[in-house]
């Protein structure tokens, strides 16, 4: 199986900065998409920030030009550099990774972490 751990989150003043990291430890065989969603008490959760394989990343228009997304495969870590953080960043932050594992290496699966909270006080 695949666990991701998160870690990073906690309290910043507004216009602070944050980063959060992931690492996916397992029976790796492949790791595709990995990314960054978040969600708001009572809300479905939603895309922040997502990477590719090849590097490719896409953001969430609430998002572009604060957040930046980045990955270590060597670490099979993923990052979310968050700057210029406002209020309305405060939510849990999950990160995914759609990956495959060596018995079943052709079939990918996708995978949470279990939360990290951000709290950005004005």
């Known amino acids: 199986q695949v666990q991701l751990m998160e870690s990073g989150g906690g309290s910043v003043q507004a216009g602070g900065s944050l980063m959060l990291s992931c690492a996916a430890s397992g029976d790796i065989f492949e790791i595709k998409t990995m990314g960054w969603y978040r969600q708001y008490p009572g809300k479905q959760r939603r895309l922040a920030a997502t990477?590719?394989?090849?590097?490719?990343?896409t953001y969430a228009d609430s998002v572009k030009g604060r957040f930046t997304i980045s990955r270590d495969d060597a670490k099979n870590t993923v990052y979310l550099q968050m700057n210029s953080l406002k209020p309305e960043d405060s939510a849990a932050y999950y990160c995914?990774?759609?990956?495959?594992?060596?018995?079943?290496?052709?079939?990918?699966?996708?995978?949470w972490g279990q939360g990290t909270q951000v709290t950005v006080s004005s």
């Open positions: 990477i590719s394989s090849d590097g490719t990343t």
């Open positions: 995914y990774g759609s990956i495959t594992i060596r018995d079943r290496p052709l079939f990918e699966d996708d995978y």
